[in-house]
Nanobody, 121 residues
Framework: QVQLMESGGGSVQAGGSLRLSCIASLSFMNMGWFRQAPGKQREGVAA???????PYADSVKGRFTISRDNAKNTLYLQMNSLKPEDTAMYYC??????????????????WGQGTQVTVSS
């Protein structure tokens, strides 16, 4: 059974930083970070796919960095210059197949339980 476990969420003030981690029980070449704020649809934040692409949502470009440690089956999301609008539940996701649209939640079949990020102004 595939398990994805996120950690690293918390409460920070605007301008602060957090680093999210996601440990996977299996190795995946295609993984991503998504977020969902109350009353809003889940949206893609960043992804890392097998061909080396690392697409980012426009709203986080230049502030967030996705990376991975293949030896540890761990995905990271370094979040800097956080803004109140970044407040959301953040989810890690994985896909066996290479996603055509890496920031689309529909491309991923495995999901973690999420970690809450709250940014205050």
């Amino acid at each position: 059974q595939v398990q994805l476990m996120e950690s690293g969420g918390g409460s920070v003030q605007a301008g602060g930083s957090l680093r999210l981690s996601c440990i996977a029980s299996l190795s995946f070449m295609n993984m991503g970070w998504f977020r969902q704020a109350p009353g809003k649809q889940r949206e893609g934040v960043a992804a890392i796919v097998g061909d080396g692409r690392t697409p980012y949502a426009d709203s986080v470009k230049g502030r967030f960095t996705i990376s991975r440690d293949n030896a540890k089956n761990t995905l990271y999301l370094q979040m800097n210059s956080l803004k109140p609008e970044d407040t959301a539940m953040y989810y890690c996701a994985a896909s066996r197949g290479r996603p055509i649209a890496p920031l689309s939640p529909r491309e991923y079949e495995h999901w973690g339980q999420g970690t809450q990020v709250t940014v205050s102004s």
